[in-house]
């Protein structure tokens, strides 16, 4: 290949890619000249795309109008149990599935992994009755205690992502330990949990971001207000101030910010993350 | 060793008992709940497959079906193709590989219930971005989310843009493309295309299929826009089939009629996968030897 050729894909290349990352981030653009300006200018035509004068005020007047500190509260509330529910179970799970030697473990790991292909409706209603029948309707145990096993269902991604990882550690290491005289319990934490930071950290991300995104589990459970997530929040908050949209799109500026600045700061383990499950054939 | 099972087997106890509690018990339930005239409130009647032939003569259960298989006609193939056509643009030895792949990953990271709102907004027959845009270009406007015909290809278009998951999975895909191969191409002459066409094609074979199933199983099941965006309008042009299982079981309590949908949906996903399974055979290679 001719460098004068390679200067011309290359070219091409860019090019493409700028015309299309037009396309994706338009939207966002769309989003933030929107939160920034007043009901007036909003509404003129042809658009404008610079607010003039800049409407600072509809942040504090979208937060003012609804209990958004709330909703933030309770999402945080719900993360922190969640990811570290999912991250331990699951690990724990991974652990015994690929380091620890049991009859059956093959046969129970495959049973698990059939969960995936198991369309969420199936299990919607059933689960939405149990927690009924278990007075648990309107607080955050249906959205929290499935995270304490395996993240239950959805879960085995996360175990599945453990174990592929858990078989690149050399098995020597644990067996020094035992004969050290250590427990598995010992190993996992000892042994195996230092050496997985780099999936950990994936699994706390793809949690976290599952938990901010979610929208039909808060919408089924929680009923009063002040129990809240923050999507449930925006989402009331949509139908609720149709009119007000400066408010409306600077209420969802505010939802999106905190998982976009994790992308910037993470960036990495997104890509690495999908790499490490292994999806080549 | 009696003590290692012990232990292999308290350590997968929570998976273990989630699965149990959380997936096996609730489907045997469902199973259980598809075959009874159940309406909240009131006790249960074992009416056999009462709700499955009754299902038959429900016009709202096609139309639901229509909607969701045109919606994932749309939505799988579009994304398929668009998430691997960028993938190989961001995988190329480019300056700022890593400020594309975020601005194309972007989207999928913004929460349903936002991007709706944003949507909502662009797709504004009045004053949305999208018909100003085709106001200034001269070109028709459309009546978009709020049109009969438009709804569906909207919303097609909205989730298009949410290709990200795609592209990083075929970005994984193509790191595990062997490089030696593109030499060998190059030393029989051939160019861009050749290379593609017998080398990166068939290797990523395997991707595209996990893409399809997983893609095709995800937007069976797609209920955040028409719950927030449309609610299943206009004129039920966006019943989808979860926002249809949802009213049912959470508006009209009616437990047993949406049981019985879910268990249709299940065995339809079922069917899918195992058809595109089946296909697979024909199509996609997997690498000789290449146990690992």
């Given at each position: 290949m001719t460098r004068e050729g390679s200067l011309v894909r290359r070219t091409a290349v860019w090019v493409l890619l700028a015309a299309g990352g037009l396309i994706m981030v338009t939207p966002f653009a769309w989003l933030v000249r929107s939160a920034l300006m007043d009901d007036n200018q909003i509404f003129?035509?042809?658009?404008?795309?610079?607010?003039?004068?800049?409407?600072?005020a509809n942040f504090s007047g979208a937060l003012g109008s609804q209990p958004f500190a709330r909703y933030f509260l309770n999402t945080m509330i719900i993360e922190v149990l969640v990811v570290t529910g999912t991250v331990l179970t699951c690990a724990l799970a991974a652990f015994s599935f690929s380091r620890l030697r049991w009859r059956g473990r093959n046969l129970i790991f495959g049973l698990l992994l059939t969960?995936?292909?198991?369309?969420?409706a199936v299990t919607l209603i059933p689960t939405f009755v149990m927690w009924g029948s278990v007075g648990?309707?309107?607080?955050?145990i249906p959205l929290t205690?499935?995270?304490?096993?395996?993240?239950?269902?959805?879960?085995v991604f996360n175990i599945f992502l453990f174990r592929q990882f858990f078989?690149?550690?050399?098995?020597e290491l644990d067996e020094a330990a035992y004969i050290d005289g250590a427990t598995p319990w010992k190993v996992f934490w000892g042994v195996i949990m230092p050496l997985s930071k780099p999936v950990v950290v994936v699994v706390v991300i793809f949690t976290f971001i599952g938990v901010w995104n979610d929208f039909l589990g808060p919408l089924l459970y929680?009923?009063?207000?002040?129990?809240?997530t923050l999507a449930l929040g925006l989402a009331g908050f949509q139908s609720t101030y149709t009119a007000q949209w400066g408010f409306l799109m600077a209420a969802s500026l505010v939802v999106i910010l905190p998982i976009i600045l994790i992308f910037f700061v993470l960036q990495r383990y997104f890509v690495e993350g999908v790499t490490l499950t292994g999806v080549k054939g | 060793m009696r003590a290692e099972r012990r232990w292999g087997w308290l350590l997968a106890a929570p998976a273990i008992l989630g699965f149990g509690i959380f997936t096996i018990g609730p489907m045997i339930a469902s199973l259980f709940f598809s075959l009874t005239d159940w309406q909240i409130g009131a006790p249960a009647k074992f009416i056999g497959l009462g709700n499955y032939r009754q299902l038959g003569h429900d016009p709202l259960f096609w139309k639901s079906l229509n909607v969701t298989t045109y919606y994932t006609l749309g939505v799988v193939p579009l994304t398929l193709v668009v998430g691997f056509v960028i993938a190989m643009l961001v995988n190329?030895?480019?300056?700022g590989r890593g400020f594309w792949r975020t601005v194309y990953y972007l989207p999928t990271l913004v929460p349903a219930v936002a991007s709706s709102v944003l949507w909502i907004w662009i797709f504004?027959?009045?004053?949305?971005l999208l018909n100003s845009m085709l106001r200034q270009a001269g070109l028709p406007t459309s009546s978009w989310i709020y049109g009969e015909q438009s709804a569906v290809p909207s919303l097609i278009l909205m989730s298009t843009w949410g290709f990200g998951n795609a592209m990083v999975i075929f970005l994984a895909g193509l790191q595990?493309?062997?490089?030696q191969l593109y030499e060998a191409v190059a030393i029989d002459g051939g160019g861009t295309w050749a290379r593609f066409r017998h080398v990166t094609l068939p290797f990523m074979t395997p991707t595209i299929f996990y893409n399809l199933v997983t893609g095709t199983i995800g937007t069976f099941q797609v209920f955040n826009q028409a719950y927030i965006?449309?609610?299943?309008?206009p004129n039920n042009a966006t019943e989808f089939y979860i926002y249809y299982l949802y009213t049912k079981a959470f508006?009209?309590?009616?437990i047993g009629y949406a049981s019985a949908l879910a268990w249709v949906l299940f065995v339809i996903v079922l069917v899918i996968t195992v058809l595109l399974f089946r296909n697979a055979r024909r199509w996609v290679y997997y690498e000789m030897g290449a146990a690992r």
């Open positions: 003129v035509s042809p658009p404008e795309w610079i607010p003039k004068p800049f409407a600072w969960g995936v292909m198991l369309p969420y648990a309707l309107d607080t955050f205690v499935p995270a304490w096993f395996a993240g239950a269902g959805g879960g078989l690149t550690i050399p098995f929680l009923t009063s207000d002040s129990k809240y | 190329q030895g480019i300056r504004n027959p009045d004053f949305g595990g493309v062997p490089r965006m449309t609610q299943g309008g508006t009209d309590s009616e």
